[in-house]
């Protein structure tokens, strides 16, 4: 029983390697341009050895999805922790969405491959669902109640269009650093909540 749960531990660590390698070829060369070989390669480990711990390589993607998906989620609830106020909880939403080393064209392009894939894969698309709820959780956060159930749902349609549509400025033309993909965010959300609101969410919470 010992020798099988160690076993199962290590091959439970190598494939969160090949997971982690398998993002790191898909920042790479994008979503069809994860090999096996490439994954393989990336890992340290030998040809072939990809089949032995996954299924195919639909699973391989699947888990490299949801493991990029992690890190977002974590990096972004390390900042909301430090927040103070609901406007920190939004630059932390926000900028948690534009990771500083990750926001190249070759990464939105990466991307891009994976947001056209959910039209065609339930997987994909249960995982975008998942991201769209999160962001939705977070904004309810931030607002605290204050706003309706309405006004929430087009908060959180107008932050993600943001979100989303500067990912794919990024892709499409490279000629949009972080920090102003960051502020034309914030120009959008300062019009939407308009200057009593704004000023609340930037007022400490006593």
């Known amino acids: 029983m010992a020798t099988h749960s160690k076993r199962t531990k290590i091959e439970d660590i190598r494939r969160v390697e090949l997971i982690a390698a398998a993002h790191r070829v898909f920042l790479e060369h994008g979503l069809?341009?994860?090999?096996s070989a490439r994954i393989c390669r990336e890992a340290g480990m030998s040809p072939g050895i990809l089949a032995y711990y996954f299924k195919g390589k639909d699973e391989v993607l699947f888990g490299m999805v949801r493991y990029?998906?992690?890190l977002l989620m974590e990096d972004v609830i390390a900042r909301l922790k430090a927040a103070r106020t609901g406007w920190e909880r939004l630059e932390a939403i926000v900028e948690?969405?534009?990771p500083a080393s990750a926001?190249?064209?070759p990464i939105?392009?990466?991307?891009l491959s994976v947001c056209a894939e959910a039209g065609v894969n339930p997987q994909y698309a249960r995982l975008q669902r998942l991201f769209y709820r999160r962001l939705r959780s977070n904004l309810a956060s931030v607002f605290d109640g204050a706003a309706a159930e309405s006004r929430l749902r087009e908060a959180s349609f107008i932050i993600a269009a943001l979100i989303d549509g500067l990912w794919l400025r990024k892709a499409a033309a490279d000629d949009l650093g972080r920090d102003e993909a960051i502020s034309l965010v914030f120009s959008g959300i300062s019009s939407l909540l308009g200057d009593g609101e704004e000023r609340r969410l930037r007022h400490p919470a006593v």
């Open 108 to 111: 939105a392009n990466a991307w």
């Open 96 to 98: 948690g969405n534009f």
């Open 68 to 70: 990029n998906n992690r």
């Open 103 to 105: 926001f190249t064209r």
């Open 32 to 35: 069809h341009g994860m090999t």
